[in-house]
């Protein structure tokens, strides 16, 4: 089997994270990655926000569990010190889509460079409010985008969760 298919079969969401800084070298390569997803008639509507300003990073984890209905002071990012948060067009028919496919490739890539990753929902709710469209006014963007979804990234703290056995019926054949 080809290093990719054992990468996918292998990788897993990671919800326990040491909080050491990962290189931005890595990162660079994760969002290159991401940069790489396939996109609905290659329009390539999806942006990352690399998030590892600390001040930041623990803004979002609160707005996020506020948003999830937690009580306060819970870290819906499990204590990752970086957020990707990948947000698309809000006008592209294909922006759910296409985010998703970015957030698979993010998290295939942490795996393959020994980072740990989880996709945290509630972006699209964080960035309908006056809050997440500040920051992206913040950072110059002004296009309407809709959030598809927080890649929280890290090294794993504790072991690394295995595979569950695949379920029954998951594949049918015409032929």
Known sequence: MSDVLEKIKTRRSIRKFKPDMVS????????EAGTYAASGMGKQSPIIIQVTNKEVRDKIAAANCRLGGWKAGFDPFYG???????LAKRDSPHRVYDGS???GNLMLAAHALGIGSCWIHRAREEFETEEGTALLRSLGITEA???????????????????PARKENWVYYIR
Do not use: F, K, T
């Not at 990752?80 to 948060?85: G, K, N, S």
């Open 24 to 31: 931005q070298d890595i990162l660079d390569r994760i969002i």
């Open 80 to 86: 990752a010190p970086v957020i990707l948060i990948v």
């Open 101 to 103: 496919l970015v957030m």
């Open 145 to 163: 985008y809709e959030g598809i979804g927080h890649c929280a990234l890290g090294y794993v703290d504790g072991e690394y969760p295995s595979a």
